[in-house]
């Protein structure tokens, strides 16, 4: 390590100091170190605690100097997406050791009693939040909710056993793909003849009487299609949402749904942790092949720490999920994300034709906007401008092109009119 190194051979060190960045935060460091090192009179015990020192006193000036929030742009990406800006400003004020402990929560062990306390209280406001049955875990897992399209079929069905998918999306389809490997799933319904832009009314759907579940993707993230109430499954069948993109979005009746399952990035944290709320019941049952990582009894015996879990996500969820109980709760989150998505819609279809949404009105997401100029040849343009003005990462997504505003719970009703603002004020330019 540098330390080690510096102790036993400044001359070394020397050299290490003299690569091409004098300023790197590594050549700082050790140049200190050094500095330290060659006043002789120092015992070896004072060194190492004037070198802490010296250290903290560094990094917190380098905090002094870091962009406040007039710097921060609003920013419209699908995911990982905008934090709430308390939040990253809480993370940055314990990022260097956290809470008295004397260590970030990046160099803690996952078995430690501070650790323990993180993930804990990140559970529990999650269950307070989102008002989680005892009946059900929550499981705090790695590989994304894409790794969930196979885990959810290895671990509640047999090779042979039917399920349905309900596909209003390209995420829907990748799910339903990926289940092809693990068990026999039936395409119930899907909207791809109509570009993703419908959610099937429930009393068409033909369900299969022996499926183990139907799956369907809350919020097509990509198409801008959400479900606004949930299907009933025939023969006390189990619901199985993909709630990636409008996870913590508005209240759910958890109840509902034999299994849940969310990537963090959008809604709740950064990427690098996929939370699943899954029934007890269900677990226990995973196919032989299953891998150890994907089984969910395994992690739910060991509390999400059969191995190393994503610490730092873990603790930036838990973050978020303080800071939106301190906002009111899920209730409060969706008459916020109502009134943005209202103001946005509105702007589209006020607009005379200029810009559209092709998502039927009444499945429009609240989550994420996809809308096209009638002249596509300006798509670009606004595109361009938008960024040159702060707002950043509309672009649609590469499969379906346009613009996409995605609008998740952090994004702030002045980002949201500050968009519109310039929506209009494009149009009244290229009308
Ligand atoms: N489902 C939905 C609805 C998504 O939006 C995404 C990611 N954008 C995924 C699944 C895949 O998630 P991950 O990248 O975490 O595997």
Known sequence: SPHSLLLQNPKEAKILVNNKNPNSFTNLIKKQNLNLITKKNLNFTSRIHASAATTQTQIQNQTQTKPDSSDRVFNFAAGPATLPEAVLKKAQSELYTWRGSGMSVMEMSHRGKEFTSIIEKAESDLRTLLDIPTEYSVLFLQGGATTQFASIPLNLCKPDDAVDYVVTGSWGDKAFKEAQKYCKPKLIWSGKSEKYTKIPAFQDLEMSPEAKYLHICANETIHGVEFKEYPVVINGGLLVADMSSNFCSKPVDVSKFGLIYAGAQKNVGPSGV??????????????????????????????????????????????????????????????????????????????????????????????????????????????????????????????????????????????????????????????
């Open 274 to 431: 996929t939370i699943v709320i899954v029934r007890k019941d269900l677990i226990g049952n995973a196919q032989e092949i299953t891998p150890v990582m994907l089984d969910y009894k395994i992690h739910d015996d060991n509390k999400s720490l059969y191995n190393t879990p994503p610490c730092y996500c873990i603790y930036m969820c838990g973050l978020v999920f303080d800071y939106l109980l301190e906002q009111g709760g899920l209730v409060e989150v969706e008459k916020r994300n109502k009134k943005k998505a209202e103001i946005l819609y509105n702007a589209i279809d006020e607009s005379k034709g200029f810009y559209k949404c092709p998502v039927e009105k009444s499945v429009r997401s609240l989550m994420n906007v996809p809308f096209t100029l009638e002249k596509s040849e300006l798509e670009g343009e606004f595109i361009k401008e938008a960024a040159k003005d702060n707002m950043v990462q509309l672009k649609g997504h590469r499969s379906v092109g346009g613009m996409r505003a995605s609008i998740y719970n952090a994004m702030p009703l002045a980002g949201v009119e500050k968009l519109v603002a310039f929506m209009k004020d494009f149009q009244a330019r290229h009308a």
